[in-house]
C-alpha cells in the first residue's frame, strides 16, 4: 500500500489506445462484486476508465502486478458527490494461472460446462405457454454432460443444487461455484412433471465450448 503504479489501456476505445496514468496501491484484498461475482482485488487512485480493462497496472520496478478490472462511478450519499480515485485490478497471481493455461492448451483447464444451449422462460412466456419459469434446453450437445446424464431437448431448469433459477445467468452463477469432474443436481420440468437429474459437469475446452 502507497507504492506507485502504472495503469496503461485504451480508454473510451482506440481513439485514446495506449493512455498512461499513474496513482498508487490504495489497498489491498479489496472484496467487490462485479456482475454478481464476488472478487478480490488491487484498489489503486490511477485512473481507470472503460477500455481499460486488461490493461496492465505496473509497479515502479516495471513489474506487471495486477490487470485492470473496473471503478466505481456512480454516484454517492443523497448530495450526488461523484466518487474518483476508486479504481480496482485483477491480482496478477490470480490472473498467471488463468495466462498460462491460455498459452498451454488454449483454454482455461478446469471450468466447468453442462453442455446445453438454454432460452431464459420469462414470467409472460411461462404464463402463455402453462409451463414453469427457468431455463428451456434448446439445444444439446449430444457428447456433452447433459446429455449423458439423461436431460433432453425442451426440459426446462428449473433449479441447480436445490438453488431455484430463472435465467441461464443465475444457472452460470452457481454452476462457477463447481469444477469439471464435479457431480451437480439438476431439477427439470418434463411434460409437467419435476425430474431430479445428477450431472457430472465437462470440462470447457476450446473444441467443445
Known sequence: VGDMVVAIGNPLGFDLYNTVTCGIVSALNRNVTINEKQMTLIQTDASINSGNSGG???????????????????????????????????????????????????????????????????????S????????????????????????????????????????????????ADYKAGDTVKLTVSRNNQTIDINVVLQEKTADNA
Open 56 to 126: 496492465p497496472l505496473i509497479n515502479g520496478s516495471g513489474q506487471v502486478i495486477g490487470m485492470n478490472s473496473a471503478k466505481m462511478s456512480t454516484s454517492y450519499s443523497s448530495n450526488s458527490a461523484s466518487i474518483e480515485g476508486l479504481g480496482f485490478a485483477i491480482p496478477i497471481t490470480d490472473a498467471k494461472t488463468i495466462i498460462d493455461d491460455l498459452i498451454q492448451y488454449g483454454y482455461v483447464k478446469g471450468r466447468p460446462q453442462i453442455g446445453i444451449t438454454g432460452e431464459n422462460i420469462t414470467e409472460s412466456m411461462a
Open 128 to 175: 402463455y405457454y402453462q409451463v414453469p419459469v427457468g431455463v428451456y434446453v434448446r439445444f444439446m450437445d449430444s457428447e456433452g454432460a447433459a446429455a449423458k446424464a439423461g436431460i433432453q431437448v425442451g426440459d426446462i431448469i428449473v433449479a441447480i443444487q436445490d438453488e431455484p433459477v430463472t435465467t441461464t445467468d443465475e444457472l452460470n452463477k452457481v454452476k
